[in-house]
């Protein structure tokens, strides 16, 4: 039973570009989560999706970011328009329930995302 | 954002019990308290959660306190790859998981 996958492992981008970082969900998993995590800092919640719907963006910047889990496929996290500050780990976390209070979360490895 | 206080940092000695602290003096009566844990540049693995009363799975124990203000996580044979830091999270039903900064655990041999 695979885990939580996400790719790249590592993607490097020059100012102004684009990233996307993909996550697939552990089979049976219909509920997906992003956080991000810069140098030296505790993990910040980001976006909570189900199936095609956003169900929380709390903590996802107003500008530039965007998320979303289609119908098929994995989990895309969108990045437009890259500056430095940007560069972070970007972690994702799947659970096959998001409502109930003993949901547990299961994370990927990461994506490092390094701005140039 | 997390409602809980854990220090920053702690040392444990090889083989010996790590207890790590946590306070959450605000917890409201349906909230769950889970603990994480981030080996340096993974992502975090759970550990364990309970409510009330104690909990002991095959990698900790979790002691939550009759007022449920505060709880803590026994790691009772620490080895060196239990080096990580270790967050505790009180989660209300429904809502999102918010890591705090953790206690960065170092496990010297």
């Known amino acids: 039973n695979a885990g939580v996958m996400q790719n790249p492992r590592h993607l490097v981008r020059r100012r102004g570009q684009e990233a996307r970082l993909r996550c697939s969900p552990m089979k049976g998993h219909s509920h997906v989560y992003w956080y991000r995590q810069l140098p030296e800092e505790g993990l910040k919640f980001m976006v909570y999706?189900?199936?095609?719907?956003?169900?929380?963006e709390s903590g996802m910047p107003k500008e530039r970011f965007s998320a979303e889990f289609p119908k098929e496929g994995p989990s895309i996290l969108r990045i437009q328009q890259v500056v430095r500050g940007d560069s972070a780990a970007y972690f994702c976390a799947s659970s096959p329930r998001g409502d109930t209070p003993t949901g547990k979360l299961f994370f990927g490895s990461g994506t490092q995302l390094s701005v140039l | 954002d997390a409602k809980t206080t854990q220090p920053t940092s702690m040392d444990c000695a090889e083989g010996r019990a790590a207890n790590l602290p946590c306070n959450h003096s605000?917890?409201?009566?349906?909230?769950?308290v889970y603990w994480y844990r981030q080996i340096h540049s993974q992502g975090p693995q759970y550990i364990i959660h309970g409510l009330k009363n104690n909990e002991t799975n095959e990698m900790a124990s979790l002691i939550i306190t009759e007022d449920r203000k505060s709880s803590t996580l026994i790691l009772p044979h620490a080895t060196l790859r239990d080096t990580a830091v270790y967050y505790c999270?009180?989660?209300?039903?429904?809502?999102?998981?918010?890591f705090g900064t953790g206690t960065s655990l170092t496990v010297i041999p």
């Open positions: 605000t917890i409201s009566g349906n909230e769950y």
């Open positions: 999270i009180v989660r209300p039903t429904g809502n999102q998981f918010y």
């Open positions: 999706l189900q199936k095609e719907n956003i169900i929380d």
